[in-house]
Each structure stands twice: as C-alpha cells, then as structure tokens.
C-alpha cells in the first residue's frame, strides 16, 4: 500500500509540506489524519502553516505515517543504536521490537561504531514508524577526527541516509562559531556529541559551521526524497545551572532563522530542545520557541528537572516532559534509566518508553485532544466492576500489572477476586461502593 501512496508524489519536489502548501491532501495525511480522529484538511492546513511535520522518506516502504505538531497528540521518540564498544545488529533489533511494543511513535538510529549503515539498514527493515539519524556521526565513523570532516563527506553521507529511506535527520546547523566561547563559560560546556565534534572543528579549521554554509544543498537533498529536518540544539544545556542561558537561546534565534530558510525549499522541520530545565523555566523554553521558530513542531529531550538523580533519568524526563507538552511539545525523546550512565538495554527502552507515554498521555488528556482519555475512562470502569483482565489490557505495561497483580494473592484465580491484595475484601472500598449503591439505588428511584 506504502509504493501506492508515493506514486503521486513525483519530481524534483516530493515533500509533503510542497503539496500542503499546493492544497492537496495526500494520502498520508489522510492515513495520519484517521489515527488522530480530526479531518484531512486540518492535517493539510497545519502542515501547510508549518505547524506540523509528517516525517515521510518516499523510499521508506513499509513505513505508518504519523503527524508531529502541537495541535496533535503529543508523541514520543525512542533512541536505539550502538556505541563504539557496545551492541550488536541483533541487540538493536531487540531494542527496536521493544520500542514499538510499548508504543515508540518514531525511533532515532543513534549508532556510532561498527557497520553503521547495517544496522540501519536492519532497523529500517522492521520499523514501521518514522526513523531519525544523526549524519555526523556515520560521517565521523569514516574519519579518525573531527578536523578530517568536509562539507562533501557529510553531504555524501546525508544522500545516502535519505536514499535509504530515512525519514528525520538531526542536522545541527545552528551551533555557529560565534556562539562557541559563550558554551566556554557553562558548568558543563558542550554535552551535545553533534555540538562538540562540529565546535572542534570549527576551532581547528577557524571555518564556520558547514551545515549552516551549506543549508541550502541539504535542503535540494530533503526535497528529492521528503527528508524532514530535526533541527538539532547542539548548545541544550546538560545541567540546571546552564538552562536558558545566552548560549542556548542564542542557537534558537538561529535555528528559527533556518526554519524559515528550510521552508522556503517546503521542506518539512521541527525543532529539537533541551535538556537539563528547572521545572519553573521550562514553559520559558515552549514560548521562546514558539516565537523565534515561527511555531514549527517542538521536540524536547526531558527535559530533566533535576541533576542529582542518575539511575532514575526517566522520571526527572517525565516530570520535565509532562510540562514540556503540557505547554506544547509535540515530540518527547524519551530518557531511559541508563541517562549518563551508559547504553541502553532492551529493558531501559522499555522503562524509558512508559515513563515518557505517561507523560505525553497525561499532556494529551490536559489538553483535550479527541479521544486522549476515552482509555482512562475504560479503565476506570474496569476497576469499578473488578475486571481484571480489561485492567491488563489497557494498561500501558500489561505484563507488569499483570504480575504484581498475580504474586499479591494466593487464589487460584486472582482476575476473578473483587478485591486487591492492598485492602482485602472487608476494607475494599468499591466493593464497600457496591453494596452501598445497591442499598441506596431503592432509595433514590422511590424518593
């Protein structure tokens, strides 16, 4: 069905952004506009506006579509990918079956040592949900260091990815060499790996960025094949005390600059935000954006509250996360335990992967997006009339409730209990409510 959708879209522009802004509903968007219960035109429209991106390479094949925007439901990206010492293209995989199982809306190939483009290649194969890359670092994989990077390289590297189907590129062109000697006088300098290799090589060759010099011919790449830009934060602060500091908003008046510039080309962006955020400072970050980037899609990392919690980088991302979409986030990347500690496992994914779907469920139901609490409602009802195995399934994590559910109570069959291990059945509350409405009802329809 995926090669049916693409036939219309030919040319040297194939973006959906170039047909929004044409007034043509695309098939995608009418898939997308389905999942998110509004109407084709209102996806069209919001795209056109550049309030919304739907991340879709026209050589991904077996690719669902699914729209980024903050007047949609707030989504959540899943980072997999190697290290230069860790992981395999069979770890990957599992990571990546993980992730879609508990409900990664895109994934982000992160790779950085071994056959970089296998293991994309691999993931691709079984991903039906949109998939980022960072270029720079399959580009450094081919060089011994930073100073060895050209513009060539990295475009080279940038085709390839988008003929292989790529749907977002992280792209960080708006890290300028002016701005590096203000990341200079931060607590914890530069945290992001794209910002730090491009500041070394900026400080070697005393050249500017070459993603920003060469914007334009990233752009003619992203038309041919409708490559979205992730447009990357390269100064996000990496601590509390480096938040919404010069250099980081520095960097955002840049990249509202090349989202205008990239729209221009009617290719398709969002913008990637921090990092480590007071909680208090975080809805600063969400109208900062709005106002210096035009309104394009905002995609936040956390952001994380608090630097004192290594282990447990998933809840301070959450608790960041639900204010971030709270006040218009259209994209969570999720954090998984192992946040500065080191790679995920399969395990961490699944850890980082619900804590951020709470986070972006619990936004999504704030906001009254159609239909965001039609689940919580089911399960309401399901606790109220003791069934269990209808709390499993709407549960975001069913083995585990599941499980602590089951080892709580020693009967043989424990979904049948009308009551929980917590209270028992002489102190369970909606038990006690049953039997009070049962004595009441009588009452109440024979005043």
């Not at 940038?158 to 203000?182: K, N, S, W």
Request: glycine share 8%; net charge negative; proline share 6%.
């Amino acid at each position: 069905m995926r090669e049916e959708w693409v036939k219309g879209r030919t040319g040297a522009n194939v973006t959906q952004r170039h047909y929004a802004r044409a007034g043509t509903i695309t098939e995608e968007m009418r898939y997308a506009a389905a999942q998110e219960g509004v109407c084709p035109e209102f996806v069209r429209a919001e795209i056109a506006r550049g309030r919304a991106i739907l991340p879709a390479n026209i050589r991904h094949t077996n690719l669902r579509p699914m729209l980024i925007g903050t007047n949609f439901r707030c989504k959540v990206n899943a980072n997999l990918g190697n290290s230069t010492t860790t992981s395999d293209i069979a770890a990957e995989q599992e990571k990546l079956a993980v992730a879609l199982r508990y409900g990664a809306d895109t994934v982000m190939d992160l790779s950085t040592g071994g056959d970089v483009r296998a293991i994309r290649e691999a993931i691709l194969a079984h991903c039906p949900v949109p998939l980022g890359t960072v270029p720079l670092y399959e580009a450094m994989a081919r060089v011994e260091s930073p100073e060895e990077l050209t513009p060539a390289l990295l475009l080279e590297v940038i085709e390839a990815q988008a003929r292989q189907g790529v749907d977002y590129m992280t792209i960080h062109a708006g890290l300028l060499r002016e701005y590096v000697p203000l990341a200079c006088r931060r607590l914890t300098g530069i945290v992001s790996r794209g910002g730090a290799i491009l500041a070394r090589w900026m400080a070697a060759h005393q050249q500017q960025n070459p993603f920003y010099t060469h914007f334009d011919a990233i752009c003619e790449i992203f038309q041919a094949y409708d490559v979205s830009f992730s447009l990357g934060d390269g100064l996000r602060p990496g601590c509390l005390a480096d938040a919404n500091d010069e250099a980081q908003f520095a960097e955002l008046r840049t990249l509202g600059e090349l989202t205008a510039r990239a729209w221009e080309h009617d290719v398709q962006v969002m913008v990637e935000g921090p990092g480590h955020v007071p909680f208090h400072l975080i809805a600063e970050n969400l109208r900062q954006e709005k106002e210096l980037c035009f309104e394009a899609p905002f995609y936040v990392l956390g952001p994380v509250v608090t630097d004192i919690a290594p282990g447990y980088d998933h809840i301070t991302s959450a608790i960041g996360g639900t204010m971030a979409a709270y006040h218009g986030a259209a994209m969570l990347c999720y954090v998984t335990p192992k946040e500065h500690l080191g790679l995920p496992d399969a395990d961490d994914v699944r850890e980082g992967i619900i804590a951020h779907k709470i986070a972006a469920h619990a936004a999504d139901v704030a906001r009254g997006r159609p239909g965001a609490r039609d689940r919580d409602d089911q399960m309401a009802r399901a606790r109220f009339h003791f069934d269990w195995r209808q709390q499993f399934a709407l549960a975001l994590d069913p083995e585990t409730a599941q499980a602590r559910r089951d080892a709580s109570l020693p009967e043989a069959d424990p979904h049948d209990a009308r009551f929980c291990s917590m209270c028992g059945p002489q102190f369970c509350a909606m038990r006690l409510s049953h039997e009070v409405r049962a004595l009441t009802e009588p009452e109440v329809s024979n005043p």
